[in-house]
């Protein structure tokens, strides 16, 4: 059981937490998370979306809400929108119970 160290990308938040991922757009497969960068201390994904118009942002939400089992409407981008590195804030969730997720499905694929 490989454990990366999320935690280091996800803080607490008032009302949830906040994430810091690194995006990397247009790839031939969708992978929520696919690493972690240690250096820039933010979770890698993988989105098949180019970064055109939000389309890579929008997939980014609609998978992050899968993967922590959250509508999509309580995430929201707070940081990053044009950039490869974004930060979310997931309203209603704890820092255990995201990293728990994030642990599960990296385990998955």
């Not at 008032?14 to 250096?39: A, M, Q």
């Amino acid at each position: 059981m490989i454990k990366l160290p999320f935690s280091e990308a996800v803080r607490e938040s008032p009302d949830g937490v906040f994430i810091d991922l690194e995006v990397s757009p247009g790839t031939k497969t969708i992978r929520v998370p696919s690493g972690y960068n240690p250096w820039r201390r933010r979770i890698e994904v993988r989105l098949s979306e180019a970064a055109q118009k939000g389309k890579a942002n929008q997939q980014l939400i609609e998978q992050l809400a899968i993967v922590l089992d959250v509508k999509a409407s309580a995430i929201t981008l707070i940081a990053g929108p044009t950039s490869h590195r974004k930060t979310l804030h997931i309203r209603g969730v704890q820092v255990d119970q995201v990293l728990e997720m994030l642990n599960l499905h990296f385990e998955k694929d």
